[in-house]
């Protein structure tokens, strides 16, 4: 008898933000803070949070929302409408501290592009970046970076706009920020953030321009947890 395994690991929620008027994570637990200052606006799924330059969410490490997540395969997605008020680089997630993975999305509203840098081997490192000319003033854009250990991606709207060789990051990332501070700050607004272990697929970032990720979570088994794994096992038998 000869025994055959194939399996495909599906793309598994982390955390959730609806920001429907609050930074609590509705799958896991990992509930943020909001500092500085913000309102809550309508937005691209029922309410938005409207963050003013400096402000953002704080959102310590945790057992799911581990520190070497972005390590491994991942997705993160959010939806923002910046108003430019920010720094020119304005942080979407931002890691820290700095001497860990560090992992960042930035847009830069000057060229208008979208960037994701970390840490890798103690070095500040340029891991996937879009061509400029793709992100404007107060309009919609949903950004979904992904990696299956094998690529990094970032999407635009649903359209894969960037694709790069993956890299590991040094991982050991003790809080997140949904938003920016200090010198590179984040303005406008932000709906409908996520995390994933394991890369979406891109019929369900298709599916997230139309439905919030709540909603594609409880049709779709690609982004449930309870199918995290699926195994076809096939025996086969030789007389």
Same mark, same amino acid.
């Not at 592009?113 to 107060?138: A, F, H, K, P, Y």
């Not at 649903?158 to 991982?171: A, F, I, L, M, R």
């Given at each position: 008898?000869?025994?055959?395994?194939?399996?495909?690991?599906?793309?598994?929620? /982390?955390?959730?933000?609806?920001?429907?008027?609050? *930074?609590?994570? $509705? !799958?896991? &637990?990992?509930?943020?803070?909001?500092?500085? !200052?913000?309102?809550?606006?309508? =937005? $691209?799924?029922?309410?938005?949070?409207?963050? @003013?330059?400096?402000?953002?969410?704080?959102?310590?490490?945790?057992?799911?929302?581990?520190?070497?997540?972005?390590?491994? *395969?991942?997705?993160? #997605?959010?939806?923002?409408?910046?108003?430019?008020?920010? #720094?020119?680089?304005?942080?979407?997630?931002?890691?820290?501290?700095? &001497?860990?993975?560090?992992?960042?999305?930035?847009?830069?509203?000057? #060229?208008?592009?979208?960037?994701?840098?970390?840490?890798?081997?103690?070095?500040?490192? /340029?891991?996937?970046? +879009?061509?400029?000319?793709?992100?404007?003033?107060? $309009?919609?854009?949903?950004? +979904?970076?992904? #990696?299956?250990?094998?690529?990094?991606?970032?999407?635009?709207?649903?359209?894969?706009?960037?694709?790069?060789?993956?890299?590991?990051?040094?991982?050991?990332?003790?809080?997140?920020?949904? &938003? =920016?501070? =200090?010198?590179?700050?984040? *303005? =406008?607004?932000? @709906?409908?953030?996520? /995390?994933?272990?394991? *890369?979406?697929?891109?019929?369900?970032?298709?599916?997230?321009?139309?439905?919030?990720?709540?909603?594609?979570?409880?049709?779709?088994?690609?982004? @449930?947890? !309870?199918?995290?794994?699926?195994? +076809?096992?096939?025996?086969? $038998?030789?007389?």
């Amino acid at each position: 008898m000869f025994l055959c395994t194939i399996s495909a690991q599906a793309a598994d929620l /982390v955390a959730y933000y609806p920001l429907d008027g609050d *930074a609590k994570d $509705k !799958k896991n &637990g990992n509930h943020g803070k909001i500092e500085g !200052k913000s309102k809550w606006v309508d =937005g $691209k799924f029922g309410k938005a949070i409207d963050l @003013d330059p400096k402000s953002f969410i704080n959102i310590p490490a945790s057992k799911t929302l581990h520190g070497d997540l972005f390590v491994n *395969a991942f997705t993160l #997605s959010a939806w923002i409408k910046p108003n430019f008020k920010g #720094s020119a680089w304005e942080h979407i997630w931002r890691s820290l501290p700095t &001497g860990s993975g560090h992992n960042t999305l930035f847009i830069n509203k000057d #060229s208008g592009l979208v960037s994701w840098r970390g840490m890798v081997g103690g070095g500040w490192t /340029v891991m996937c970046q +879009t061509d400029g000319g793709l992100i404007e003033e107060n $309009k919609w854009y949903n950004v +979904t970076m992904t #990696s299956d250990k094998k690529k990094f991606r970032i999407y635009l709207n649903g359209s894969k706009v960037k694709e790069t060789d993956h890299k590991v990051t040094d991982g050991d990332i003790e809080t997140y920020h949904l &938003g =920016g501070e =200090g010198g590179e700050t984040y *303005a =406008g607004l932000m @709906d409908d953030a996520a /995390v994933f272990s394991g *890369a979406m697929e891109e019929s369900t970032i298709s599916k997230i321009q139309k439905d919030s990720i709540g909603a594609v979570v409880m049709s779709d088994t690609s982004v @449930d947890s !309870k199918a995290k794994l699926a195994t +076809t096992w096939a025996n086969l $038998k030789r007389l």
